[in-house]
């Protein structure tokens, strides 16, 4: 039996969930929603930003605890914006050309790229990704050579790398000065290349226009390349020497089926001697 001039419940649902009435008033029925539940439960937070959001809300908050969310989150931005535009910077490199030679005894020569044509190449392009490279020379601690760190930045986070190198002069020419500027100049030049990833090429190795880099041989095209040269028997100092490359890999591409068919040619007139001397 209902009530009369009482609340009438009409639907009833669990227990957070707000519940509907029905009251007289004026002598017609007039429908009324409780108040929802204090026991709803609050959605979990979807994002760092909301979670720093809340904890400055509370009036408890510990000030340490929301230093370091916010810092948190700093870093983590920063760090992200860094490995984007290394990113976007890494497929607009070029391969620097190797200006510079360090002359060996029997007259050999070494090429490599000197940090100033690197650098001049590299710059401009640091600068619309909004990176920054810089270096700090130190001593090590038993004194000997001395240090280089290496640091790539941009905006609140940074890599880097520690170059150690030796300061002994390169030539007899050099004084202790000069040595040590040869010295973080190379220290300068490879901290570069590690934390850029840059790729260096002799002028000997661009294609007949010079405009282009020559493309190397792929690395099943290493082990062919190998595979003959032990075949032939030839030394493979000697083959290195005459294609002017200290690995097989760094053949150029277009110098490929010339290199095996000198491996095949080399390989037959050497039996044909033996045959010859039996």
């Keep these: 039996m209902k009530p009369n001039n009482e609340a009438e419940l009409f639907d009833i649902a669990d227990g957070d969930t707000p519940v509907a ?6 002598g017609r029925a007039v429908a009324k929603t409780a108040k929802p539940s204090k026991n709803l439960p609050v959605p979990a937070p979807t994002s760092v930003l909301e979670i720093i959001a809340r904890i400055a809300a509370d009036p408890n908050v510990d000030t340490d605890k929301m230093r370091a969310v916010i810092e948190i989150q700093r870093d983590t931005e920063a760090k992200q914006e860094f490995h984007d535009a290394l990113l976007k910077l890494d497929a607009e490199l070029p391969r ?38 810089n270096f700090q020379p130190d001593t090590p601690a038993n004194g000997q050579g001395i240090v280089v760190h290496c640091h790539l930045t941009k905006g609140l986070y940074r890599e880097s790398c520690t170059v150690p190198v030796s300061t002994a002069p390169a030539s007899p020419a050099m004084n202790a000065q000069q040595s040590v500027g040869a010295a973080i100049s190379y220290a300068k030049r490879y901290g570069a290349i590690a934390l850029l990833n840059i790729e260096t090429e002799a002028p000997d190795d661009r294609d007949r226009n010079g405009a282009e880099v020559a493309k190397t041989i792929t690395g099943p095209q290493a082990k062919q390349l190998l595979k003959a040269i032990d075949d032939c028997g030839i030394e493979p100092s000697r083959f290195m020497e005459k294609y002017k490359i200290t690995a097989a890999h760094e053949l150029p591409a277009r110098l490929f089926d010339e290199a095996i068919s000198s491996c095949k040619a080399y390989g037959e007139r050497a039996k044909g001697a033996a045959n010859v001397q039996k």
């Design 21 to 26: 009435t029905k009251e007289k008033a004026g």
């Design 96 to 133: 620097i050309n190797r200006d510079g030679k360090i002359e060996l005894k029997g007259g050999k020569a070494i090429s490599f790229a000197s940090f100033e044509n690197l650098n001049k190449i590299i710059k401009p392009i640091l600068r619309q990704y909004g990176l920054r490279l």
